[in-house]
C-alpha cells in the first residue's frame, strides 16, 4: 500500500523558513517524480513545485521561484521542499503528491495526473 507522509509544518514568522519532508512507504520515490502543492482557505489546490526522479529537473509555480526549493534527500524515500522568506500569502495545507514524471513545464502541476498524495501538513505565517 502506497502512502505518503507530510511533515515540518508549522507556524513560522513573515520572513522566516521552513523544510517539508516527504516520506514515501510502499513506493519507490527513486522512480517517480514529486510534487509539492498546497490549498488555503478558500482556493483551489495549486501546485507548488515538482522534481524528476532522474535528471533531478525542478519546476516551480512563479509565486515561490527564488524562495522554495524542491530536493531529495539522503534519507532513503524522503524528500524536502525546503521554503524561505516565507510570507501570510504561503499560508496553506502543504500536500505532497507522486506521479511518474514531472513531464514538463505545461504539464507538472496538473493534480489529474498524480495519483499518489499525503494527507498534508498545515504551514501559517503569521506575525
Known amino acids: 500500500q502506497v502512502q505518503l507522509v507530510e511533515s515540518g509544518g508549522g507556524l513560522v514568522q513573515p520572513g522566516g523558513s521552513l523544510r517539508l519532508s516527504c516520506t514515501a512507504t510502499?513506493?519507490?520515490?527513486?522512480?517517480?517524480?514529486i510534487g509539492w502543492f498546497r490549498q488555503a482557505p478558500g482556493k483551489e489546490r495549486e501546485g507548488v513545485s515538482c522534481?524528476?526522479?532522474?535528471?533531478?529537473?525542478?519546476y516551480y509555480a512563479d509565486s515561490v521561484k527564488g524562495r522554495f526549493t524542491a530536493s531529495r534527500g539522503d534519507a532513503e524515500n524522503t524528500n524536502y521542499l525546503q521554503m524561505n522568506s516565507l510570507n501570510s500569502e504561503d499560508t496553506a495545507i502543504y500536500y505532497c503528491?507522486?506521479?511518474?514524471?514531472?513531464?514538463?513545464?505545461?504539464?507538472?502541476?496538473?493534480?489529474?495526473?498524480?495519483?499518489?498524495w499525503g494527507r498534508g501538513t498545515q504551514v501559517s505565517v503569521s506575525s
Open positions: 522534481i524528476n526522479p532522474r535528471d533531478g529537473a525542478t
Open positions: 503528491a507522486a506521479r511518474p514524471d514531472c513531464s514538463g513545464t505545461m504539464y507538472w502541476a496538473l493534480r489529474r495526473e498524480y495519483p499518489y
Open positions: 510502499g513506493l519507490p520515490v527513486e522512480l517517480y517524480a
